[in-house]
């Protein structure tokens, strides 16, 4: 099974300017995540997809970054323009989108799974 | 609300000698754990998840965990630790019930793991 894709591996850019990056899920994962990984604390999210819709975007900076998932598959998170302390890592996840019950059970959240995520350096 | 907190920030051990990296958890709701690995320059990889059913979960690489909900924590441990264990590991929650936090992993600081010949 192909993992969640991430592009590009890194990226330096000046303060001011603008990135992009993209994410293709894993096949029939409705769920993708945005993580934002600053060196030396665990990820935090950031925006949380279900199909081509935006469940939690509490904690994404609105006015300067966004994200799309117009067609319900591939992502993509964009900053401008980016400060210093947009440094990180930006991971991509998917998961399942079904919540699956077992009798009066727990939700499960199957196959959740991270990318290799974008190192992105603003100088 | 949900928060965790890894109570060592860095933990050193010799090889072959047992591993433990603590994590306490706090949920509004009944949580689902989970523990994972993130190797330098690597993706994160799930090493055991905690979702309601048995208390000691087993994991890869010889790696478990108890959910203790008393002490509401989920300590990872190993019995023999191996130098391509060294590494920074993460205890996550999320909860079990619906809503908008479904699905929202909350992640500790880290612990950074390290095996010393």
């Known amino acids: 099974e192909a993992g969640v894709a991430q592009s590009p591996r890194y990226k330096i850019i000046e303060k001011r300017q603008s990135v992009a990056f993209w994410c293709n899920p894993i096949?029939?994962?409705?769920?993708l995540y945005w993580y934002q990984q600053i060196l030396g604390q665990g990820p935090k999210l950031l925006i949380q997809?279900?199909?081509?819709?935006?469940?939690?975007d509490s904690q994404l900076p609105k006015d300067r970054f966004s994200a799309e998932r117009l067609k319900g598959v591939d992502s993509t998170l964009k900053i401008q323009p980016a400060k210093l302390e947009d440094s990180a890592v930006y991971l991509c996840?998917?998961?399942?989108?079904?919540?699956?019950?077992?009798?009066?059970?727990?939700?499960?959240?199957?196959?959740?799974?991270f990318g290799s995520g974008t190192r992105l350096t603003v100088v | 609300a949900q928060s965790v907190t890894q109570l060592d920030s860095h933990v050193s051990v010799s090889e072959g000698t047992p591993v433990l990296l603590r994590c306490n958890y706090s949920?509004?709701?009944?949580?689902?754990l989970f523990w994972y690995v993130q190797h330098p320059n690597k993706g994160l990889q799930l090493l055991l998840k905690y979702t309601s059913a048995a208390t000691l979960v087993k994991g890869i690489n010889g790696f478990e965990a108890e959910f203790k909900k008393s002490e509401t924590s989920f300590h990872l441990t190993k019995t023999s630790a191996h130098m391509s264990d060294a590494a920074e590991y993460f205890c996550?929650?999320?909860?079990?019930?619906?809503?908008?936090?479904?699905?929202?992993?909350?992640f500790g600081q880290g612990t950074i793991l390290t095996v010393h010949p």
């Open positions: 096949s029939g994962h409705a769920t």
């Open positions: 996550v929650v999320t909860p079990n019930a619906g809503g908008t936090s479904y699905g929202k992993l909350t």
């Open positions: 997809f279900q199909n081509n819709g935006v469940v939690d």
């Open positions: 996840a998917s998961s399942l989108a079904e919540i699956v019950r077992v009798g009066a059970g727990p939700w499960r959240l199957d196959g959740y799974t």
């Open positions: 949920s509004s709701y009944s949580p689902s």
